[in-house]
């Protein structure tokens, strides 16, 4: 079984920046791709950014050139760096994992950003 807690959300200006953390249990972390998701109220959750096993990212467009994804196995972490955040990027984080037909899912960290 997969277990996933994140940290690190919190109150931030406009223009600021934080550091989301994932710690995850279990043994498969290294050979898993990890994801960001947010949800924002009153909205569908969405992807926010994936890493692969191997270190490859993707991000959805309203996250690149401000968000960064990566990961450190020898501590099953995965970060998400978030620079010039906006007011718009307030909602809970979720870290996500999924392998075979499973899926893991963290309780969410709320990122609130003030205008």
């Known amino acids: 079984q997969v277990q996933l807690v994140e940290s690190g959300g919190g109150l931030v200006q406009a223009g600021g920046s934080l550091r989301l953390s994932c710690a995850a249990s279990?043994?498969?972390?290294?050979?898993?791709?990890m994801d960001w998701y947010r949800q924002a109220p009153g909205k569908s959750r969405e992807l926010v950014a994936y890493i692969t096993r191997g270190g490859s990212t993707d991000y959805a467009d309203f996250a690149k050139g401000r968000f960064t994804i990566s990961r450190d196995n020898a501590k099953n972490t995965v970060y998400l760096r978030m620079n010039s955040l906006k007011p718009e990027d307030t909602a809970v984080y979720y870290c996500?994992?999924?392998?075979?037909?499973?899926?893991?899912w963290g309780q969410g960290t709320q990122v609130t950003v003030s205008s």
């Open positions: 279990g043994s498969i972390f290294s050979t898993n791709a």
């Open positions: 996500h994992t999924a392998w075979g037909s499973l899926s893991a």
